[in-house]
């Protein structure tokens, strides 16, 4: 009988130490469970951490589509960039910007998300944190002083370089603003900010430019300072002036004394070698794009091009692309190659004309019959003989308004009266 009992006893506690376990169990699977419940549905407030201290913000909202799955909406202004590509395992999430290399990796929470922004050709890492349930970009420190809406002449002076002119045009609604610098080069895409006491701030993140401009205003003048990510800074000065124009863009590029046709023979990503001789191009308006998929100016031309060529379809029209990138390998400028093709709906020949860097002295010597390549993208217009018609340098895209609409016209007209020739 004691027997009996000293074992009912010892199955007893038994069984309790079991269920005590199983409680354990469950607890630490559920403090697991409450850990990873995924990204938090709703606007976000992200700060990139750059050099003398500055804080670059910008906003995103989380969409949450199930499964796993989210979809986050990434806004400048006007602008909103859909990014579909986002990893999330345990308390680690990775937000992979399209098209470009760009990413945000970082560890999360229902209010934080912790980590850096990598661009890994470019060996480049930037901290960045984002807070749940903040909407405002940056916050007012009091009513502005002054209203900066209209045109400003503006000088950019970096450290190491030399100083370049630039045009910015801008919007300002009680202390909101927004608009755009634009350069020789093209346009620092879409900048929203405030304006407070006597103190105007602006930003922009498209995945892989992080700008962040400051300035102290007065009615006439601003001083400020520029900085592009955490690897460069330039100070800058501004002067209203509603009359001031850039140079011609059509001017700043030109073929050298002796030339009149483009030659070049580059690969595909399938390693077959395209030159404008090749018969796929004979009597046709060509329109050749030295580009980069690195470049936001290049894609919003790529955007425009393809676009244009589905809106505007003639047999006799084709557009060739020469990609200069900052890939290491060929084998990882070809992929991002076949990454720009596939998101955007390239159809037409990107080839890869230069990999691991970018710089224009080499761009230079592969296109010898150019004065110079000034920036990406420069874009030519070949006649069906050949010959070049018109160069453009740089891009002026959506975020120029009036001068993108302006630009499209024209180049429809140009293109029109090559097709009829």
Known sequence: MVV????????????????????????????????TVGLTEGYWLS?????????????????????????????????????????????????????FEGYLAGK????????????????????????????????????????????WEVEFKPENGESYMAKGTFRQVDDKVTGTFRTANGDYRFLEGINSAD???????DGTHAYLFKAKTTDTSMLGVFYSGNHSKENFVAKRNENYELPNTEALTYMKKGYDKLSFSFPDTKGNLVS????????????????????????DETKFLVEYLKKHPNKKLAVIALAF??????????????????????????LLAQYGGIDKQRAEKKLPMLNHVLSF??????????????????????????????FKKDFHSFILQLLEA
């Open 108 to 151: 999360y929470n229902e209010k934080e998300i912790n980590g850096k922004f990598i661009k890994e050709n470019e060996e480049r890492v930037v901290p960045f944190r984002a807070v749940h349930g903040i909407k405002e970009r940056f916050k007012s420190n009091g009513i502005p002083n002054t209203n900066i809406s209209g045109d």
């Open 325 to 350: 990138e900052y890939a290491k390998t060929k084998e990882a400028a070809h992929k991002s190659i076949d990454r720009l093709r596939e998101r955007i709906g390239v159809e037409y020949p990107v």
């Open 47 to 99: 700060e990139l951490q750059l050099g003398d201290n500055q804080l670059l913000p910008f906003n995103f909202k989380v969409v949450v589509l199930g499964n796993g799955e989210y979809n986050i909406e990434l806004y400048n202004a006007e602008e909103i960039i859909l990014i579909d590509e986002i990893q999330v395992l345990g308390d680690s999430v990775v937000i992979k910007m399209p098209v």
């Open 199 to 205: 103190t105007v701030k602006f930003s922009t993140f």
């Open 276 to 299: 404008l001789g090749d018969p796929a191009f004979k009597d046709k308006v060509v329109v050749v794009q030295i580009m980069g998929t690195w470049c936001p100016n290049c894609l």
């Open 377 to 406: 993208p420069t874009t030519l217009v070949v006649n069906k003989m050949g010959n070049v018609e018109k160069i453009y340098t740089g891009f002026n895209g959506p975020a120029t308004g009036s001068i993108y609409d302006s």
């Open 4 to 35: 009996s009992i000293c074992a009912q006893l010892f199955i007893v506690n038994n069984m309790k130490r079991i269920f005590l376990m199983f409680l354990l169990v469950i607890v630490i699977i559920g403090c697991r469970q409450s850990a």
